[in-house]
């Protein structure tokens, strides 16, 4: 029987702060500066009060001439606002990886990979003991073991790449911070000494609940700068002229659906067994249809209307495109006018583009190569109203591989219906080739503190099982109500880890995670003793697949699988899974 060891405080928020260097002062020179001088601090709750936020979850960072802020493509977990001094956003075209010093992250050598076999603990999720006090300190993020980037050749740089100036008051990188994705720019201090208040998700959020001022400009600055960005990134556009492509611009609207924090309402759907019928609609079959609708963020699901109910098609990710083969049609043939094939449903929380037809049919049509234009739709057989119908199967190109294999209906509603579409290293196993003899789950055990970080356990259709591991989805919710940030992106690869020294054991992202693939854990001492807090109640810490991260070779449960039968699958798109149903 397990001895109990001596009670310690329970760790809290605020154990862990964003950066040791922050004072007194700091946080009282922030409330002198807009807008935080224009927030009422009676509306911030006792737990959560206004100057506590910006002294925990906030830190003043300094940076040299040249010296990159942050970098296209790298995920963040901040947002940040210029005090003093300026930046420089690179606009077009981006900085090559070698001159923003990108490297992969260092992985542990053979020997080391080795040696951990003989040294883990004894037992598992063995605390270390500087934890144990209930206080974690971390190291300030202008720390001197921050490594530093400096631009070269600045003025090469300004010559070659269009730039635009952050001056003081500037905030920059919410997206990247509130929508859980990549850096969309690399941005340099153009100044020496350009002074930067870095404010990590957690205290963003905080500040834009609580006080509707900080919400309403970090609202619109989000929708000016989204759009910007993603109409550039459209490749219908690129055969437009500059003029063009502005006047198109000032006609989109960028629109949300669906709820920052959507897990909680998936579950209830999922119980319910029909949550295609509660999703949002943005468009639905035989409306006319008047715009092109593009997937900025999120996923959206392509249905049809199917005896009493609907069946899924497909469903749209980041870049595709809803309507424009309706609109093609229509304009190429006036006489037989088409309504829309399909209906739209906003699955999660999904920004998206919205182009009117008529601006399409001016700008957009007129431009593209006739290589370009969708085929026209055929007229259903025995219809007889002028708005006809699609007669044949949808064209659904995410949804077969390059060899021509299809992810049948049936596989199809399977993963739509759980959203596993969401995941990017989704663990699948073939039940026809697993022999149950769990070398993966040892292999991971054996990597990660004798505790193995999935279950071989999960939804089944036919022979394939998506097990509860975590994988490591495109928009990771888990995050969301994590207070301290323990539960983050990897800023090079984008996997989804949890920093067991910040981690206070809330539950918070295992309640979060739609598919059940993250677990509590009880920490121990090193004589395996349960540490308790001093409410007599265990001390627990999340754990999840990391996907072997820091592991050479990649992700241990795959590499260990003698007969082939589990694979890591991108379920963003769905040729490697129509690949890999067809071996």
């Known amino acids: 029987m397990t001895t109990i060891a001596p009670s310690l405080g329970r760790p809290r928020r605020w154990d862990a702060a964003f950066s040791d260097d922050m004072t007194e002062a700091d946080a009282a020179r922030l409330l002198t500066v807009s807008p935080f001088n224009e927030m009422n601090p009676e509306s911030f709750p006792g737990s959560a009060p206004l100057r506590e936020i910006l002294k925990n979850d906030t830190c003043i960072r300094r940076f040299k001439a040249g010296e990159i802020i942050v970098r296209e493509g790298d995920y963040g977990n901040s947002a940040f606002m210029v005090l003093t001094g300026a930046g420089q956003v690179i606009i077009a075209p981006a900085l090559p990886p070698s001159a923003v010093g990108r490297r992969e992250?260092?992985?542990?050598?053979?020997?080391?990979?080795?040696?951990?076999?003989?040294?883990?603990?004894?037992?598992?999720?063995?605390?270390?003991?500087?934890?144990?006090?209930?206080?974690?300190?971390?190291?300030?993020?202008?720390?001197?073991?921050?490594?530093?980037?400096?631009?070269?050749?600045?003025?090469?740089?300004?010559?070659?790449?269009?730039?635009?100036?952050?001056?003081?008051?500037?905030?920059?990188?919410?997206?990247?911070?509130?929508?859980?994705?990549?850096?969309?720019?690399?941005?340099?201090?153009?100044?020496?000494?350009?002074?930067?208040?870095?404010?990590?998700?957690?205290?963003?959020?905080?500040?834009?609940k609580f006080d509707p001022k900080l919400r309403a400009y970090i609202d619109r600055i989000y929708r000016e700068r989204a759009l910007s960005t993603a109409l550039s990134e459209i490749p219908l556009m690129k055969y437009l002229s500059e003029d063009a492509k502005k006047k198109v611009a000032a006609a989109t609207q960028f629109e949300t659906y669906g709820d920052y924090e959507w897990s909680g309402k998936f579950k209830d759907m999922a119980k319910s067994g029909a949550p295609a019928a509660k999703e949002q609609v943005v468009a639905a079959e035989e409306d006319y249809p008047n715009s092109v609708i593009i997937v900025r963020t999120g996923f959206a699901r392509v249905t049809q209307r199917y005896g009493?109910?609907?069946?899924?098609?497909?469903?749209?990710?980041?870049?595709?495109?809803?309507?424009?083969?309706?609109?093609?049609?229509?304009?190429?043939?006036?006489?037989?006018?088409?309504?829309?094939?399909?209906?739209?449903?906003?699955?999660?929380?999904?920004?998206?583009?919205?182009?009117?037809?008529?601006?399409?049919?001016?700008?957009?049509?007129?431009?593209?190569?006739?290589?370009?234009?969708?085929?026209?739709?055929?007229?259903?057989?025995?219809?007889?109203?002028?708005?006809?119908?699609?007669?044949?199967?949808?064209?659904?190109?995410?949804?077969?591989?390059?060899?021509?294999?299809?992810?049948?209906?049936?596989?199809?509603?399977?993963?739509?219906?759980?959203?596993?579409?969401?995941?990017?290293?989704?663990?699948?196993?073939?039940?026809?080739?697993?022999?149950?003899?769990?070398?993966?789950?040892?292999?991971?055990?054996?990597?990660?503190?004798?505790?193995?970080?999935?279950?071989?356990?999960?939804?089944?259709?036919?022979?394939?099982?998506?097990?509860?591991?975590?994988?490591?989805?495109?928009d990771p919710v888990c995050m969301i109500g994590c207070?301290?940030?323990?539960?983050?992106?990897?800023?090079?690869?984008?996997?989804?880890?949890?920093?067991?020294?910040?981690?206070?054991?809330?539950?918070?992202?295992?309640n979060n995670c739609p598919y059940g693939n993250i677990r509590m854990v009880e920490t121990r001492d090193d004589t395996g003793e349960i540490l308790v807090a001093s409410d007599a109640k265990p001390i627990l810490k999340a754990t999840k697949c990391d996907l072997c991260v820091d592991q050479m070779g990649g992700p241990a449960c795959e590499r260990a699988c003698p007969h082939d039968a589990l694979q890591r699958l991108n379920l963003n798109t769905l040729d490697e899974l129509a690949a890999w149903l067809h071996r």
Not at 114 to 142: D, F, H, Y
Not at 412 to 431: D, H, K, Y
Request: hydrophobic share 40%; charged share 20%; net charge positive.
């Open 105 to 208: 992250s260092k992985r542990r050598g053979i020997f080391r990979a080795i040696a951990q076999l003989w040294s883990n603990p004894a037992e598992p999720e063995v605390l270390p003991k500087s934890a144990r006090k209930g206080v974690v300190t971390t190291k300030g993020k202008g720390g001197k073991d921050e490594i530093h980037i400096i631009l070269q050749d600045i003025p090469a740089v300004l010559n070659k790449h269009r730039t635009a100036s952050l001056e003081a008051g500037a905030f920059f990188g919410e997206i990247a911070a509130l929508s859980r994705i990549p850096r969309t720019a690399t941005i340099f201090a153009r100044d020496e000494g350009t002074e930067l208040l870095e404010i990590r998700w957690q205290g963003l959020r905080d500040l834009m």
């Open 308 to 474: 009493a109910g609907n069946r899924t098609l497909n469903y749209l990710g980041a870049g595709q495109v809803y309507g424009f083969d309706e609109i093609a049609h229509n304009w190429s043939h006036p006489g037989q006018p088409v309504t829309l094939q399909y209906t739209l449903r906003v699955m999660g929380y999904t920004h998206i583009l919205v182009i009117p037809a008529a601006i399409i049919e001016q700008f957009v049509l007129p431009s593209l190569p006739a290589n370009k234009l969708p085929a026209p739709i055929a007229e259903a057989e025995g219809t007889r109203s002028p708005f006809a119908r699609r007669a044949d199967p949808p064209r659904a190109p995410a949804a077969s591989a390059a060899d021509g294999a299809q992810i049948g209906p049936e596989m199809m509603e399977f993963l739509t219906q759980n959203r596993f579409f969401n995941g990017t290293e989704a663990m699948l196993i073939n039940l026809d080739r697993c022999t149950r003899c769990d070398d993966c789950v040892r292999a991971c055990a054996a990597t990660h503190d004798n505790n193995p970080r999935f279950l071989r356990h999960g939804p089944i259709h036919e022979n394939v099982m998506v097990a509860q591991a975590c994988m490591h989805c495109t």
């Open 483 to 510: 207070p301290t940030g323990a539960i983050h992106r990897d800023s090079f690869g984008g996997q989804v880890v949890v920093n067991p020294a910040t981690c206070i054991g809330c539950t918070a992202c295992a």
